[in-house]
């Protein structure tokens, strides 16, 4: 059974830095990206990064991030890494860790359009000015 853990959660001051972790355990199989999303109560949960996971690939970021979050994989492993920088008070949420499915040929350019079906528990990060 697939499984995600989050970590690397925290409280830090607006202009720090974080940096979340998430592992995938067990069969995978089909799935072939990995995704970021985050929520705060009473709002949708929002994508912020994804990366195709099965070799090359580009990954994709909302515009809220680009240039200030950086979703990476560790070499040859189902692990990906948030690198969080200049952090703002809005980018407060839980952070979720997804697990997909999308055709190679879509996913690979637009890691965004996969199917996200297996979810971790979330670890919360606070951004205080």
């Known amino acids: 059974q697939q499984r995600l853990v989050e970590s690397g959660g925290g409280s830090v001051q607006a202009g720090g830095s974080l940096k979340l972790t998430c592992t995938a355990s067990g069969d995978i199989g089909s799935s072939n990206t990995m995704a970021w999303f985050r929520q705060v109560p009473r709002q949708e949960r929002e994508g912020v990064a994804y990366?195709?996971?099965?070799?090359?690939?580009?990954?994709w970021y909302a515009d809220s991030v680009k240039g200030r979050f950086t979703i990476t994989q560790a070499n040859g492993e189902n692990t990906v890494y948030l690198q969080m920088r200049d952090l703002k008070p809005e980018d407060t949420a839980t952070y979720y860790c997804?697990?997909?499915?999308?055709?190679?040929?879509?996913?690979?350019?637009?890691?965004?359009?996969?199917?996200?079906?297996?979810w971790g528990e979330g670890t919360q990060v606070a951004v205080f000015s």
């Open positions: 990366i195709f996971i099965k070799g090359g690939g580009t990954p």
């Open positions: 997804a697990l997909g499915y999308g055709p190679s040929t879509v996913v690979r350019t637009r890691p965004a359009g996969a199917r996200y079906h297996t």
